[in-house]
């Protein structure tokens, strides 16, 4: 057995943090988090924590900034309280998509943020659907880049469609689409995203047979869902039956939902990794489903030393 297990949270997303305690049986650690009037962070924690085998649940969500320092003191505060090992359990890893230079003088936001997460004490990071995989190597501490997939693949059965073609809305996300057509051994398709001349909207083509099918657009994040509705709209046009997008992270910034619930999108299935707002609750054309007992059980096995990929083979 492991050393005692112990779950603290921040304010980003309480819903999730309070499914993956109800998953495990352990309650959250009792801790003020706040701010002085000034806006500065201030922590408590309220319990002993020595010797314990610390688990912080924090998103790094909207308000990004406020949401990281908080994770950044919570962890501080343990590491001065003498917690035997703090995992930074992060569902959505924000600054992910600034994870290389694309123009000169800009920088790699993330390698940033990993840098500040283990200065500040964190021992080990769990993170979830990761922008880029590589951005497990901008730490110098184990990192758990966990998969929606499973939770997301179990919600496609149940639709028990016969014909579905699984999407990736560019090149750099064939793999991520790869892995669901493989468990569901159905075919995938690409979208060629391409703008022929500067000012000119984009060209979308799709390389693979898509006529007659259930298309499902696989993808990390959808931000402000524009490309989205553009491969909708191109899958559409190319024949596909039905259309169909799952994200693990709804990030849905701006007039999104607006846009989605006019489109021709039959369903948008998303993760519970950001907190979900009211509008998009609301919304018929989406499905809403958690991974706190994903999250949960890969806790359980760290803490107990035991394999963590064997939940996604």
């Known amino acids: 057995?492991?050393?005692?297990?112990?779950?603290?949270?921040?304010?980003?997303?309480?819903?999730?943090?309070?499914?993956?305690?109800?998953?495990?049986?352990?309650?959250?650690?009792?801790?003020?988090v706040g701010r002085f009037a000034d806006g500065e962070v201030v922590v408590q924690i309220n319990e002993n924590v020595r010797g314990a085998d610390m688990f912080v649940i924090q998103s790094t969500c909207p308000p990004v900034n406020d949401n990281l320092m908080e994770l950044l003191i919570i962890i501080d505060a343990l590491r001065r309280a003498s917690a035997r090992r703090i995992t930074a359990v992060i569902p959505y890893y924000g600054y992910a998509r600034q994870d290389r230079k694309v123009q000169p003088r800009v920088p790699i936001s993330s390698k940033l943020v990993a840098d500040l997460l283990t200065t500040a004490g964190a021992n080990r990071v769990l993170t979830m659907d990761l922008h880029a995989g590589q951005i497990q190597g901008f730490f110098n501490v184990p990192v758990d880049n966990l998969l929606a997939a499973p939770v997301l693949i179990d919600y496609i059965r149940s639709l028990k469609l016969s014909n579905i073609i699984f999407v990736s809305p560019d090149a750099g996300g064939v793999e991520r689409t790869r892995n669901f057509a493989k468990r569901l051994n159905a075919s995938i398709a690409i979208i060629d995203k391409r703008r022929e001349r500067p000012n000119e909207s984009e060209v979308m083509n799709i390389i693979g047979e898509i006529k007659g099918k259930d298309a499902f657009i696989i993808d990390d994040m959808i931000d402000t869902g524009g490309t989205l509705i553009k491969a909708v709209n191109a899958l559409i046009q190319n024949g596909a039956r039905s259309v169909y997008a799952c994200c693990t992270h709804a990030v849905l910034s701006g007039n999104a939902m607006d846009r989605i619930n006019a489109s021709?999108?039959?369903?948008?299935?998303?993760?519970?990794?950001?907190?979900?707002?009211?509008?998009?609750?609301?919304?018929?054309?989406?499905?809403?489903?958690?991974?706190?007992?994903?999250?949960?059980?890969?806790?359980?096995r760290i803490n107990v030393d035991k394999s963590v990929s064997s939940l996604f083979v």
């Not at 779950?7 to 495990?24: F, V």
């Not at 609750?281 to 489903?289: D, F, R, Y």
């Open 264 to 300: 021709e999108l039959k369903k948008l299935v998303v993760t519970d990794t950001i907190p979900v707002k009211e509008k998009v609750q609301n919304s018929p054309k989406v499905e809403i489903l958690s991974v706190a007992d994903l999250i949960g059980e890969t806790i359980y």
């Open 1 to 32: 057995m492991g050393f005692e297990l112990k779950l603290i949270a921040g304010n980003s997303n309480l819903p999730l943090a309070k499914g993956i305690s109800n998953y495990l049986g352990v309650p959250l650690v009792e801790a003020t």
